[in-house]
């Protein structure tokens, strides 16, 4: 399951088509990144190249040239060199960059500083991710150095245009094949959620129950989209806690964060759930408040409906319940005026989902949050974080940390929630835990 060359042509010509004929587009491959002494972390493509090419290497530079007479799209990727591929094995190499992955023309990475440099000669604009990789950009200002040196000089661009204007608009409306792709992903990662959900049991520690979540990833063929959240107890008051080294403690919560990827496309769920199988009373008192500030999000999920409609929404019912739980000592109205209700939710509802796990795309537009439209995908994940020392609410309170988080894409209807694998009523979390 895999996006079709005829479908990354097809962005690539909507992109030119956006940049105009007298500009230049060059994105860069990911480099390798060195873990340490001579281990490299695995390898993942850079987002944008993936979504224009599917090009897995890295090494490579796609430069797209509107208007080209031989081929439009051009690649710079490494060569087949039968000792490199003894070492690190096969490469693609430039005939197939051609044949398998749909470039018009391609050309070795060792010769790209004697052929680019006359490919942009002639185009007033170059669109790039300035900034993003230094190597690349050294390169890219040599290239322009050495066409205003030449003798009686050509046109050499006057404009660097920030590349992520135009692609990233692109990349937040998802096709039906990148919709299969994040479906895939997000059932991959409700199977990981219901094996965690049986291996959390008092006693153990986070990382067996982390184990758990990477080995089905692995199992299914997916890698996990980012490094999986198992928070137990407190920890799970700490927003990006990884540290994934606690015992298990019969009565505490345990809140898991982890996505699947599937070829580069994410998924992201968070489930919060009691270790022993029954939730307190306190527990449950907030766990309802979050599910029912969820369901609401959801609801304004859609389209013509604002991004920021369910952030609102989400507040409104949490602000709410803090008020009748106690625990804030005002009105639901006042803990939204004065923002009181964010020392106990202090996130955002949700973000963009795609290729990256909070994917590209602006959330406003023209100072306005943007309207949703079929297409985009979203997380919604509402939560309450109660810190273990804050003594202004009664102990019973503290160190309770929920949140509950799905992938929910815009449909022409209304939406479609791509993660209901993972049940999150706390009745039928309950019946799921006793049949361990």
């Known amino acids: 399951m895999t996006i079709s060359a005829e479908e990354f042509a097809r962005r690539r010509r909507q992109l030119m088509r956006m940049a105009g004929d007298d500009a230049v587009l060059l994105i860069a491959a990911a480099p390798e990144r060195v873990r340490n002494a001579d281990a490299n972390w695995p390898y993942r493509q850079d987002s944008d190249l993936h979504y224009l090419s599917g090009f897995p290497e890295s090494e490579a530079v796609l430069a797209l040239l509107p208007g080209r007479k031989h081929g ?27 044949s398998v992955h749909g470039m018009d023309d391609a050309f070795p990475i060792d010769d790209i500083d004697d052929i680019l440099p006359g490919m942009i000669e002639g185009r007033a604009r170059v669109y790039c991710h300035f900034g993003r990789e230094p190597e690349f950009d050294a390169q890219l200002l040599g290239w322009m150095r050495r066409l205003r040196q030449l003798r009686g000089g050509g046109v050499v661009p006057k404009e660097f245009v920030a590349l992520g204007h135009l692609l990233h608009d692109l990349r937040l409306y998802k096709s039906r094949g990148e919709l299969k792709l994040m479906s895939a992903s997000a059932r991959i990662a409700a199977e990981a959620h219901l094996a965690a959900m049986r291996a959390a049991l ?75 199988g029954r939730y307190s009373r306190e527990q449950r008192a907030l766990y309802e408040v979050v599910l029912a500030a969820q369901l609401a999000a959801i609801d304004d999920v859609g389209p013509g409906r604002s991004f920021s409609a369910a952030h609102e929404s989400a507040v409104r019912v949490i602000a709410e319940g803090l008020c009748a739980l106690g625990i804030l000592k005002s009105d639901a109205d006042t803990a939204i005026a004065e923002g009181s209700y964010k020392r106990f939710f202090p996130a955002k509802t949700g973000h963009w989902l795609g290729l990256d796990v909070h994917d590209a795309g602006d959330y406003r537009v023209d100072g306005e949050p943007r309207v949703l439209e079929p297409g985009m995908v979203v997380t919604v994940e509402p939560g309450i974080y109660v810190s273990p020392g804050d003594m202004s609410v009664a102990e019973r309170w503290r160190g309770i940390g929920i949140r509950i988080e799905d992938d929910v894409a815009v449909t022409r209807d209304g939406n479609e929630v791509l993660t209901a694998g993972v049940p999150k009523d706390a009745d039928e979390i309950e019946a799921l835990l006793a049949a361990r």
């Open 202 to 276: 008092a006693g153990r520690h986070e990382y067996e129950v982390e184990a758990e979540i990477l080995g089905l990833m692995r199992r299914r063929g997916a890698v996990p989209a980012f490094p999986p959240i198992v928070a137990s107890g407190a920890n799970a008051c700490v927003m990006h806690y990884t540290a994934n080294r606690a015992v298990l403690r019969d009565g505490d919560l345990l809140l898991v964060d982890a996505g699947a990827e599937v070829d580069c496309y994410a998924s992201d769920i968070t489930r919060t759930f009691p270790i022993n």
């Open 72 to 98: 439009e799209a051009v690649l710079f990727c490494r060569e087949r060199d039968e000792e490199y591929e003894r070492w690190h094995g096969e490469s693609i190499g430039t005939d197939r960059a051609v």
